[in-house]
């Protein structure tokens, strides 16, 4: 009777480490399942953030150059550019500030029909493979003259760990941007 009850005992904690092994396998499982569903959409929230974040920075350069224009030859404002993903490039030939996000997990726009959001502010959203590329354009077309360092040439900033400040200079007849 008393080897009966020692291999009881023995059989007993073989089954609780078992148990543990088992329900451990079964709880990294269920987080591993719930990680596969949740990443994607984190990833899709975070794009909407920035892009969201740089729709706002677009506006506010767009009221600074407008600002900047409208108080005549001479004036000068200092706009700091913060950049966390993405790219902004600033296009003097077409007389356009483009901010683009690639390989997007969001589908900010209708796919492929550029759509105007506020003034002169547009984005384009564009299928490549499994992402998507946004981007927010801020035209000026005929109205105002942009330059870049006093040249009708381009300029592309990427991201960076601190911001990028720009001098935004009505020359008379054009717009200049120089970085500072």
């Known amino acids: 009777m008393n080897i009966t009850f020692v291999k009881n005992i023995k059989n007993k904690k073989a089954q609780v480490w078992i148990e543990t092994v088992l329900y451990l396998l079964i709880g990294l499982a269920i987080i591993g399942a719930v990680l596969a569903f949740v990443r994607p959409k984190i990833a899709e929230i975070q794009d909407k953030i920035v892009i969201d974040q740089s729709l706002e920075l677009l506006k506010n350069l767009d009221d600074e150059i407008t600002q900047v224009w409208n108080n005549g030859e001479g004036n000068k404002q200092i706009e700091e550019v913060e950049i966390n993903k993405g790219e902004i490039k600033i296009d003097a030939l077409k007389n356009e500030i483009v901010y683009t996000l690639k390989d997007s997990k969001v589908v900010y726009s209708q ?18 493979g499994s992402s998507q590329d946004v981007s927010l354009r801020l035209k000026y077309g005929n109205n105002l003259n942009l330059l870049y360092q006093n040249e009708d040439g381009e300029k592309i900033f990427t991201k960076s760990p601190t911001a990028y400040k720009w001098s935004i200079q009505n020359n008379g007849s054009a717009i200049n941007i120089n970085e500072v």
């Open 111 to 128: 796919l492929g029909t550029p759509a105007n959001l506020t003034g002169n502010i547009q984005v384009l959203t564009e299928k490549k």
